[in-house]
């Protein structure tokens, strides 16, 4: 091509291209807007938006998915900058009113103004765990607006950027959330059910166990695999529905993402199900998943051990206390005169003057109960039985200790578990746990 002839052409494509650039789209008219005016018109469409649902709007607000659970949150929004909230934060449902505004600064955000069951969540003075001293339970109460999708109203926490979304509430949302707490309950577990759970998946063709530990306190759960070789474990915060709960993060099997989880009140179990033959279920079982020789530091011929319960100290608040074993404490002190109350349990493991429990109280004498240590090597267990109170064998059990007594006298043995975590000090803490009844004692480790 001759000189000219390229001069021409680079001509005419610099001629052509305004006209190629000139046509408007969506974000070149979003552009035109100046900041100031994109964020008004943002308020506007989150002020209108919030009003729009004929029963408000539903969060289940996760904040911190790695220690805490979720919490059921319902919304109705009235023009005139008020709301009225209800959560299952604990067992007050009940509806109250309080005030909202929509907020432009950097972006748009929704902020309740004025205390409401929102904030339970983000009260530092209020925690669940010493770990969250200071932190409450990581909430929030101002949500930025990062706009819609399927209906819902998708908002981002302002202090973690976490993700949170709005659903249209219906009535029975709001009729139903007294359930929650009754949901609650079910997962928790009752006297009347083992203490021992598992989460078991299926892929379809293949099951793998879990051992499964909740705490109520931070509606946190735990799953660790038994199998050897196969490390697998699902750690998630639970919510809680009228029909079960949900989870999150989800169990994923086989790349199936699994969430919610039916209730069954035959069994007590908790399933999730996806599809071809994926499932995932929470349920009872009699016994630990893992059996440990943990037990074997009581038995006669081993060191001197003591190991102590105390109801006023950290061993109280212990999560792995069942709540057969803090009634029996509670039934303890309801049957004793004005003044005297039980101050601690111990077990007092091959002394020199014997093995016995002793209750040691406040306003009365201490009991020993002298006790022979029976190993069953075939179950993992030591069976406590009975010898003498106060070396005299000829006298009964005192009724206001018997109920409570005979639970550590299970002639089925007791599991005895060096327990991972502590409390507050560094003494090993130890559980007790009878083989059959819900009844679980937490202590440290003295000696």
């Given at each position: 091509m001759k000189a000219k002839n390229i001069l021409n052409y680079l001509v005419l494509i610099i001629i052509s291209l305004p006209f190629f650039g000139c046509s408007s789209t969506d974000a070149e008219q979003k552009f035109d807007q100046t900041p100031t005016e994109r964020l008004n018109a943002q308020k506007?469409?989150?002020s209108d938006l919030l009003l729009t649902s004929e029963y408000g709007w539903k969060a289940v607000y996760f904040t911190d998915n790695t220690i805490l659970g979720g919490y059921t949150h319902l919304f109705k929004f009235a023009a005139d900058g008020t709301v009225q909230m209800a959560s299952d934060f604990d067992s007050d449902t009940k509806t109250y009113k309080s005030e909202y505004a929509v907020q432009t600064g950097s972006t748009v955000s929704l902020t309740f103004t004025t205390k409401n069951r929102i904030?339970?969540?983000?009260?530092?003075d209020s925690y669940p765990i010493?770990?969250?001293?200071?932190?409450?339970?990581?909430?929030?109460?101002?949500?930025?607006?990062?706009?819609?999708?399927?209906g819902e109203i998708i908002f981002k926490t302002n202090r973690t950027v976490q993700e949170l979304r709005f659903v249209k509430a219906t009535a029975a949302d709001w009729a139903n959330l007294p359930k929650h707490t009754a949901m609650e309950q079910n997962v928790i577990g009752s006297d009347a059910r083992p203490l021992f759970r598992l989460l078991e998946t299926n892929d379809g063709t293949t099951k793998h166990q879990f051992d499964f530990s909740f705490t109520e306190v931070t509606r946190f759960a735990e799953a660790n695999s038994i199998e050897a070789g196969y490390s697998q474990s699902y750690n998630m915060g639970i919510a809680y529905t009228p029909t079960g709960i949900i989870v999150s993060p989800a169990v994923v099997v086989k790349d199936q993402k699994l969430t919610s989880f039916v209730y069954d009140d035959t069994n007590g179990s908790f399933t999730a199900t996806g599809t071809n033959g994926v499932s995932a279920?929470?349920?009872?079982?009699?016994?630990?998943l893992v059996l440990t020789d943990d037990y074997k530091l009581l038995l006669p011929g081993k060191p001197y051990s003591r190991f102590g319960y105390y109801p006023d100290d950290y061993t109280a608040?212990?999560?792995?206390n069942s709540k057969l074993f803090l009634a029996e404490i509670d039934k303890i002190?309801?049957?004793l005169p004005a003044g005297q109350s039980l101050a601690y349990v111990q077990l007092y493991m091959n002394h020199s003057v014997g093995t016995f429990i002793y209750y040691y109280f406040v306003g009365r004498p201490a009991l020993q109960h002298f006790v022979d240590v029976v190993e069953d090597p075939v179950g993992k267990k030591i069976i406590l039985k009975h010898k003498s109170w106060n070396g005299n064998t000829t006298v009964a059990t005192p009724a206001f200790l018997a109920s409570f007594d005979k639970n550590l006298m299970d002639p089925n043995g007791?599991?005895?578990k060096k327990e991972s975590f502590k409390l507050y000090y560094n003494n090993t803490v130890y559980t007790f746990t009878s083989s059959s009844s819900p009844f679980r004692m937490t202590t440290w480790q003295l000696n």
């Open positions: 506007k469409e989150l904030h339970l969540l983000s009260d530092s010493d770990l969250l001293r200071g932190k409450g339970y990581l909430g929030d109460f101002q949500f930025l607006y990062y706009g819609q999708e399927n279920v929470i349920k009872y079982t009699d016994k630990p608040d212990a999560p792995t002190n309801a049957s007791l599991y005895v």
